[in-house]
């Protein structure tokens, strides 16, 4: 309990809660539209936009922030407009961000940057700037879905049901796909690069388990990715391990866990 005296510490629940509220959100969108992939390529490829930053002097979450725009309508660019498949698409954007950030790491004058904080995430370096953007995401968020939420809800599950509906669904999947790519940018900080997509996708996969409706998975997502950096947060300071790997770990066994009983059969899934 003495952690909770220390300034970092508190930033560091504080960034979890908002960025858990965000992940929770738009985690359920990505995973009931089967966007796993669409994310991990959105997520890889604002390394180049990382890369960037460091290189020209930048704050490096800026231009993280327009790589992630960028790729994530990139990719609904060529997929749907000049007939590439999407999942090549994804590839294209993912290893284009990649190869930029290697590059412009490489070429950086002076002393390299410390990147394994974005690559693996450190949540402990959080400063108040990243609490406000991921505060503001979070509310921006939640208003959204307050106000738009069957729009959501019908271009989640059934596209052409919500076209039927006269729901403007590109514009609903456009203002998603802006809300990951922002996300993404937000969550790099909490778990890392190379570690996002679990966080996106994990406390989701959990919370369906035990409700059927998208609101309720959502509050659910939110208080189970939160729980699940806390604890992890702890762990990593008891046995002084990376606070992301440690945060994805505990989300991991914690799917498991719950997973189990409807495995064996002794509970049934919610339907």
């Given at each position: 309990m003495d952690l909770l005296h220390y300034t970092f510490f508190q930033n560091a629940l504080l960034g979890s809660f908002f960025t858990c509220i965000a992940c929770g959100i738009v985690g359920v969108y990505i995973v009931a539209r089967r966007l796993v992939f669409i994310s991990g390529g959105i997520t890889h490829a604002s390394f180049g936009g990382l890369g960037l930053g460091f290189y020209t002097g930048i704050n490096p979450v800026i231009s993280a922030l327009i790589f992630s725009i960028a790729s994530a309508f990139g990719v609904e660019w060529l997929s749907k407009r000049q007939g590439v498949r999407e999942d090549s698409a994804i590839a294209a954007f993912w290893a284009l961000g990649m190869a930029l950030g290697v590059i412009f790491l490489y070429l950086t004058p002076g002393y390299t940057p410390n990147i394994s904080a974005y690559l693996f995430g450190n949540i402990l370096t959080i400063t108040a700037a990243d609490i406000w953007f991921a505060g503001i995401l979070a509310l921006l968020l939640t208003a959204a879905v307050l106000l738009?939420?069957?729009?959501?809800?019908?271009?989640?599950?059934?596209r052409e049901y919500a076209q039927t509906r006269g729901v403007n669904v590109s514009m609903i999947e456009h203002l998603m796909m802006l809300a990951i790519a922002v996300t993404v940018v937000a969550s790099i900080r909490l778990v890392g690069i190379m570690l996002l997509m679990s966080l996106l996708t994990l406390p989701q996969m959990t919370a369906a388990l035990f409700a059927s409706r998208m609101s309720r998975m959502m509050l659910l997502s939110?208080?189970?990715s939160f729980v699940g950096c806390v604890t992890g947060l702890m762990l990593s300071y008891l046995l002084n391990i990376p606070s992301g790997a440690a945060i994805i770990f505990v989300q991991v066994i914690v799917f498991f866990i719950c997973k189990a009983p409807f495995a064996l059969g002794i509970c049934r899934r919610r339907r």
């Open positions: 738009f939420y069957p729009h959501i809800l019908y271009t989640a599950f059934d939110v208080l189970i």
